[in-house]
């Protein structure tokens, strides 16, 4: 993925300059002519690194630092100043500023790029360290909302994929809970929000889950709408998940009679592969968000299951698309390329293989569960 | 995240000026609407009209809003979605909760 610098300075072929040296060298480069116009390019992205001229017009590059500085979004992103003044005192000034560093205009191109290209890398290496601790952390402490492996059936087969957004967790989340031989439950939830913050929350979810579902089952029952009402109940009344929501989608598996039961929250449609359909059968839940209302009208829906034919419970990310730099939701488009996939007869490994293809630009982190009669 | 605001009578119309309404936006975003609630404004129009693209983060913020307004008696209207998000919203069921209208003018009228 290319790298994206803002490059702020009032002198036009200064910045062109800069702008050829660093595209030629597999940057990408947004350019501004003052800090106004380089406020405006950051409410739209966040570029990877920022270098910005000292010697401005109505607002100087300190200036522009100091204002960074003060809002969270943008405090971070490393900032180099570009100057042609080499004075101790300017060069102190920045570095108060916690800029990273100084790049005098005289520097020649390939100190320049040596420098950025540092710069950028030990950047990179520090999130890659702190990333892969709290990994390891979450590992040891066995916090996991992806499980290692899918209970194996006599008369299904279950496959499942998630892949991260930016390689960071996200807020899908996938359970398998065989209460015995004959039931299991199938569950996949997204709380909504992206990376950390919501990868924390989907725990809350999950526990919650795995109590409501557990306490049910004692009581022999297996009703998934009462199993839902209770569960948005509870959510409901938690006060530390006031504001924080999620998807439900939960499929009961009956591996006896070769039967299965849905009820959902706010998720998309269930999809069903039938043989000799002309397309993906959905089937939609009533449910609303979990924890939105006390009340939130959970109704299972029961789903007849031939041999051969096979559902899919996905999130949100699934069907995000990014399309000439726009990005949309599409169901429909998503459910064209599944649909054409099983009329090739593909494997659930090649399902996974080219709908997460690199070449679609994902935009959240994407999770699907396929539940084969077999 | 860039919002402007303009007071009809005594609704207020939020117009989310940003076209991609993601995770970046949403918390700041949600502190100025809830700020505006705090004020005292009850019955609220937001303007979808220039979003292009809104992610679970931004509908996670714009159910926040929803559910901290309706027990203060507020009202909330949702106008100008265009046909994916409109798409997002009934895939969803928050088509249930939320009161999505086509213009301004339909809008006005639920007050």
């Known amino acids: 993925m290319n790298r994206t610098i803002l490059l702020v300075d009032d002198d036009i072929i200064q910045l062109r300059l800069f702008e050829k040296l660093l595209t030629s060298n597999g940057y990408s480069c947004r350019i501004a002519l003052s800090v106004d116009e380089a406020e405006l390019i950051l409410k739209e992205e966040t570029p990877d690194l920022i270098i910005s001229d000292y010697e401005m017009p109505v607002r100087n590059g300190f200036e522009f630092r100091r204002h960074l500085l003060t809002e969270e979004t943008y405090k971070n992103i490393p900032f180099l100043f570009l100057t042609s003044v080499n004075d101790h005192d300017f060069v102190q000034q920045g570095l108060d500023l916690k800029a990273i560093d100084y790049i005098t205009k005289n520097t020649p191109p390939t100190h320049v790029l040596s420098k950025i290209d540092n710069l950028l890398q030990a950047v990179r290496e520090h999130y890659e360290r702190s990333l892969g601790e709290i990994k390891g952390i979450a590992e040891k402490l066995n916090l996991r909302n992806i499980p290692k492996k899918a209970p194996v059936l006599k008369n299904f087969s279950i496959s499942y994929f998630n892949q991260s957004f930016q390689n960071q967790p996200g807020g899908d989340f996938i359970d398998f809970i065989k209460v015995n031989d004959r039931y299991t439950f199938i569950v996949l939830g997204d709380v909504m929000g992206k990376k950390w913050g919501a990868w924390f929350f989907s725990f809350s979810f999950l526990s919650y889950i795995r109590s409501a579902i557990r306490l049910c089952v004692f009581d022999e029952n297996y009703s998934l709408s009462q199993i839902m009402n209770k569960l948005n109940r509870v959510i409901y009344a938690d006060e530390l998940l006031g504001e924080i929501f999620s998807t439900l989608s939960i499929v009961l598996v009956d591996d006896e009679l070769g039967t299965i039961k849905y009820a959902g929250a706010g998720d998309l449609p269930l999809l069903k592969f039938e043989k000799d359909s002309e397309g993906l059968k959905p089937f939609k839940s009533d449910g609303i968000l979990l924890g939105f209302a006390e009340h939130g009208n959970y109704n299972e829906i029961d789903i007849a299951m031939g041999e051969e034919e096979e559902i899919y419970l996905i999130s949100d990310g699934m069907i995000d698309f990014e399309v000439d730099g726009k990005k949309r939701s599409d169901l429909k488009l998503f459910e064209e390329k599944l649909f054409n996939l099983k009329k090739n007869k593909v494997t659930a490994d090649e399902i996974k293989n080219n709908l997460f293809n690199k070449h679609v630009s994902q935009v959240d982190d994407c999770s699907i569960i396929i539940l084969k009669k077999i | ?111």
């Open chain 2, 1 to 111: 995240m860039d919002i402007t605001k303009q007071n009809i009578n005594d609704v207020l119309l939020i117009t989310i000026e940003d076209k991609d309404a993601n995770l970046s936006k949403s918390e700041h975003f949600k502190e100025q609407v809830l700020n505006e609630i705090t004020l005292g404004a009850r019955k609220l129009i937001v303007s979808f009209e220039r979003v292009e693209y809104i992610d679970s983060s931004f509908l996670g913020a714009m159910v926040a809003i929803l559910k901290n307004l309706l027990p203060q008696d507020g009202k909330l209207v949702l106008i100008e979605l265009n046909s994916d998000i409109n798409n997002l919203f009934e895939l969803t069921r928050l088509d249930k909760i939320f009161d999505l209208k086509d213009s301004l003018e339909t809008a006005l009228k639920e007050f």
